[in-house]
């Protein structure tokens, strides 16, 4: 009995132990798991960008070679500096044709003067008969090259004051074009015979560019216009006027390129004298609106001034509108402008009131020459006094 009783309490242990057991494995299903079963963690998954590329072999992350960084974006050009140099240009062209003028006229009452005194009178029949042997001793040669240099002046003597003062803008032109022609030059051609508003150089060209042309085409047309209209500007403005209103017509034409290369970021040069040429024509147009002008080619079709300065005025305005790069056409506008100005109000606004800038360099020049005289004076010489003078006159210029 004490043997079986220890059994049955023996047996009732063992079935308690395993009950426990097996709830405490149903309870705890995840220690099986955590001991024998574990699942590996999974690894974070790196996003591939558009510029990365993975290496197959060594599993890592590898970035292409950086490119070149943008170019950095250039300021737009300020217009100040432009715009100064082209009020102060305007002014000293005017002011200097106001005395150019009268140093012109003073020399030519001078010149009267000493005609009138000196009384010199040709002797006929013994002077005829000095050049008469003069020329029989002369060469063939000579005998030419005398008669080419009487038909030349004969041929200036003919030609009107404007296509006079306008040949010696188209030798300039000229020359120009044959300095474009010379490698070694080119370098600096660029740099100071085109205008350019992202040029560091942008003042001295507003004037030089419009002497320059690259196309020997370009400098026969703008100058045959030139030619045609040279004798109406003179004769309505006088030679020193119309130098002035030329060169300041160039350099404001300059400056209203340069004013829309920059509002529309094109930073390209150019060259040419048809902004100035414009603003010839435009002055003439204005003040004689119906004079009759014609084509070269087309002589029976004709118009007048007054429209054919509208008809350019539009098409210029439609190539800036439309951006035509063949001309600038911003400059043909601006010339037009000026030219358009100066016959309304530029005219009385600066060469009537040339005045008192006249007065005042008569007044220097007369002062340089009473001192002149005073120091020659008490040099005790003529000759030294002279070139007292001479030395002194420079002096308040």
């Known amino acids: 009995m004490a043997w079986r009783g220890c059994v049955v309490k023996w047996t009732k242990t063992e079935l308690i132990r395993s009950t426990n057991t097996t709830r405490s494995g149903r309870l705890n299903p995840s220690k099986q798991q955590h001991c024998a079963f574990r699942r590996e963690a999974k690894r974070p998954e790196t996003k591939k960008g558009p510029s990365e590329v993975v ?13 070149p960084p943008p170019p950095p974006k250039a300021p737009r050009p300020t217009l100040l500096r432009p715009l100064m140099f082209t009020v102060g240009f305007t002014g000293c062209s005017f002011g200097a044709a106001a005395i150019l003028q009268y140093e012109l006229l003073l020399s030519r009452v001078q ?4 005609e009138a005194e000196s009384g010199r009178l040709i002797q ?10 003069w020329w029989n001793q002369l060469t063939n040669f000579q005998k030419q090259l005398i008669v080419l240099m009487s038909t030349v002046d004969d041929f200036w003597s003919s030609l009107t004051e404007g296509q006079k003062t306008v040949t010696g803008i188209i030798a300039v032109n000229a020359v120009v074009l044959c300095c474009w022609r010379i490698p070694a030059m080119q370098r600096s051609m660029i740099k100071y015979f085109t205008s350019n508003p992202a040029s560091k150089t942008r003042c001295l060209p507003m004037v030089l560019s419009s002497f320059s042309h690259f ?8 100058m045959y216009v030139l030619w045609t ?9 006088g030679r020193e006027q119309f130098l002035a209103v030329y060169l300041s017509g160039g350099v404001f034409s300059n400056l209203v390129s340069h004013m829309c290369k920059t509002a529309a970021g094109q930073m390209h040069p150019s060259l040419g004298a048809s902004g100035a040429i414009m603003t010839v024509l435009a002055a003439v147009c204005t003040e004689v609106p119906d004079a009759k ?24 305005t439609a190539g800036l509108i439309l951006g035509w790069r063949l001309l600038d056409h911003a400059a043909h ?12 109000y530029g005219h009385k606004l600066l060469w009537t009131k040339r005045e008192p800038l006249v007065k005042m360099w008569h007044d220097m020049r007369s002062q340089g020459a009473s001192g002149g005289r005073r120091g020659g004076g008490t040099s005790g010489g003529g000759g030294p006094g002279t070139s007292g003078g001479g030395g002194g006159g420079p002096g308040p210029l």
């Not at 209209?229 to 403005?237: G, H, N, Q």
């Not at 506008?333 to 309304?344: D, E, H, I, M, S």
Request: proline letters at 5%.
């Open 229 to 237: 209209f040279s004798s109406s500007i003179v004769s309505l403005l």
């Open 333 to 344: 506008l601006g010339g037009a402008l000026f030219g358009v100005w100066y016959v309304a």
């Open 55 to 67: 290496d197959g072999v060594q599993g890592k992350v590898v970035s292409p070679p950086p490119g």
């Open 124 to 133: 006929g029949s013994q002077d005829m008969t000095y050049w008469h042997n």
């Open 111 to 114: 010149t009267a003067k000493e």
């Open 293 to 316: 002008l014609g084509i070269l080619l087309l002589p029976m079709v004709t118009f007048t001034a007054g429209n054919a300065l509208k008809a350019l005025i539009a098409i210029d």
């Open 215 to 222: 196309s020997i085409i370009h400098m026969l047309a703008n």
